[in-house]
């Protein structure tokens, strides 16, 4: 007989948000004079987040790091009947054995970004651990609505893995690697891969993913109008890709990935989210039950971060443990 019992979460009384690091006080007011709770391109009124530290453009000067990488941006197929997904490579100068590879999907809500979105991190991540990074641009919400992101991405992450050897990648140790929509996109990703028989990855490196279009989380609804992509914004989010469907029974995992029922077979995870936004719980949940289906996951909360504090506040301690946090893990994963 089902448990027909409420959900203890979503009866207890909710308190208030949890307080901001004092150290990410400053940088939150100064963010918020660009990007306005309840914006971030999925409400055009809202600002695009133009001139929010960590999203900026970033040349081919810039990616190549005086010498150290090559980059290039390759057009290869796309999903069936859709066009061409562009792709950026950026492959160390001086491998001479194929390396272990990053495909990084970008963030923006599903509605706005482009490939060269985070890189900074990943190149960091690159350069120390020896490894190429693949950046995919996959078609933006309202525009193209679910499926057609996550196809994008699936089929240049197939096209990655097909390619590996001309590209000096080692097709067994492809990390997908992903942000806020960039994160949930790569959880889809990654179960399309296991359900679709391959690519084989070798693990998933989720930072703050945006994983449920439910938006009703003891945290979604704690921070709504405060911090960085607040609920407002996320419902926003999650309506341009979704639409009608938003929120509703039929909603596939491909597209929210907390909606799977089976995270069985699934390579090790990195998730980590702020303890002060919107993605909180939603997040935690999912690691939670990563480790319930008998899988690998490492969870971090970092305690009054909000939403892309690394990137955003990228000098604060609570980023700099988060960005040697995930240095680490990857580090312990490719030394298997």
């Not at 100064?30 to 530290?53: F, H, K, N, T, Y």
């Not at 109008?225 to 407002?232: K, L, P, S, T």
């Not at 907390?258 to 995870?269: E, Q």
């Amino acid at each position: 007989m089902a448990n027909t019992s409420p959900d203890p979460a979503a009866t207890a009384p909710l308190g208030p948000p949890p307080p901001f690091d004092p150290e990410l006080i400053a940088p939150l007011a100064a963010i918020g004079e660009i990007l306005r709770p309840g914006g971030s391109g999925a409400d055009p009124e809202a600002g695009d987040g133009q001139g929010v530290p960590g999203m900026e453009t970033l040349t081919n000067e810039d990616l190549e790091r005086d010498g150290a990488f090559l980059v290039e941006e390759r057009s290869v197929p796309g999903p069936a009947d859709a066009p061409e997904v562009s792709l950026l490579i950026c492959r160390l100068a001086d491998a001479a054995t194929p390396t272990p590879a990053l495909y990084h999907i970008h963030g923006g809500g599903m509605t706005v970004g482009h490939n060269r979105l985070g890189m900074p991190e990943l190149l960091d991540l690159a350069q120390e651990l020896r490894l190429a990074v693949v950046s995919v641009e996959y078609r933006l919400a309202p525009g193209t609505r679910h499926p057609g992101p996550v196809e994008d991405c699936y089929a240049g992450l197939r096209w990655t893995a097909e390619h590996a050897e001309e590209l000096g990648i080692d097709p067994g140790r492809i990390v997908v690697v992903g942000g806020s929509a960039g994160g949930g996109l790569g959880a889809a990703v990654t179960l399309l891969a296991r359900d679709r028989g391959g690519p084989a990855l070798f693990g998933q490196l989720l930072m703050c993913p945006m994983l449920d279009d439910r938006n009703d989380t003891p945290s979604a609804r704690q921070m709504t109008g405060i911090g960085v992509w607040d609920r407002a914004a996320n419902e926003a989010g999650w309506t341009a890709l979704l639409g009608d469907a938003r929120g509703g029974d039929d909603v596939s995992p491909y597209a929210a990935p907390a909606r799977a029922t089976d995270l069985s077979g699934l390579p090790p995870a990195f998730i980590d989210v702020g303890s002060a936004e919107t993605f909180r719980d939603e997040d935690v949940d999912y690691a939670g039950r990563i480790w319930r289906a008998g899988g690998s996951a490492e969870l971090h909360v970092w305690s009054g971060a909000f939403h892309g504090f690394g990137g955003m506040a990228p000098q604060a301690a609570v980023s700099r443990d988060a960005r040697e946090a995930r240095r680490r893990w990857l580090r312990r994963l490719l030394a298997r």
